[in-house]
């Protein structure tokens, strides 16, 4: 069963201040790794995708992946109260292309 | 900019009713998928979908759910019979390929089955 595991929090930052959110998964062999953006009864927003190891820097959000650890983390620096949301982390599927999902970490940033 | 839009937004059916959930994705994707999020759960893979045909289903998708593209716009799940563990929300999502690449969500329609 292959599997994505991430802290539910919730996560609780001042604004301002940098969130980090952690995320591992299962399958050695996943090749793509995505964070969506969930906000309470509404759809997961894609934010960021990365495939390489290293960092990826989009605004205020970072993607980090380490492939020999499986492990990607997605850091939001400046967070603002509007960050405030359940962040999903997505895993491809080699085989079938499908997404599969951690159960999400809610973050609240406090004003 | 494009996006996935699903119809209705919230659909409230009696168990054992039969309900369709639309969607229109992406025009240039390819790929076509629903997932279901059962309230303060996971988000959850139903099926896949490609050259007018599935490619993967999960263990959840049975005889009850259905999947067809009609025309060449509209993408839709059906469910025959509706139970009340069939309440969530329900998402259709695009991407271009198949995998390594991104995958856009509809806005959901929330199922609810009194």
């Known amino acids: 069963q292959k599997e994505v595991e991430q802290n539910s929090g919730p996560l609780s930052v001042p604004e301002g201040a940098i969130a980090s959110l952690n995320c591992t998964y299962s399958d050695r062999v996943s090749q793509s790794f995505f964070w969506y953006r969930q906000y309470s009864g509404k759809s997961p927003e894609l934010i960021m995708s990365i495939y390489s190891n290293g960092d990826k820097e989009d605004g205020r959000f970072t993607a980090q992946l380490n492939k020999a650890s499986q492990y990607v983390s997605l850091l939001i620096r400046d967070s603002q109260p509007s960050d405030s949301a359940t962040y999903l982390c997505a895993v491809n599927d080699n085989q079938g292309g499908k997404l599969i999902f951690g159960q999400g970490t809610e973050l609240s940033v406090k004003p | 900019e494009p996006e996935v839009t699903q119809t209705p937004s919230h659909q409230v059916t009696q168990m054992g009713q039969e309900v369709i959930l639309r969607c229109v994705p992406i025009s240039n994707h390819l790929y076509f998928y629903w997932y279901r999020q059962i309230l303060g759960q996971k988000v959850e893979f139903l099926v896949s979908?490609?050259?007018?045909?599935?490619?993967?289903k999960s263990e959840i998708f049975d005889d009850q759910f259905s999947v067809e593209r009609p025309d060449g716009s509209n993408f839709t799940l059906k469910i025959r019979s509706t139970k009340l563990e069939d309440s969530a929300m329900y998402f259709c999502?695009?991407?271009?390929?198949?995998?390594?690449?991104?995958?856009?969500f509809g806005q959901g329609t929330r199922l609810t089955v009194v």
């Open positions: 999502a695009s991407s271009e390929r198949h995998w390594g690449t991104e995958a856009f």
């Open positions: 979908f490609y050259n007018n045909e599935i490619s993967e």
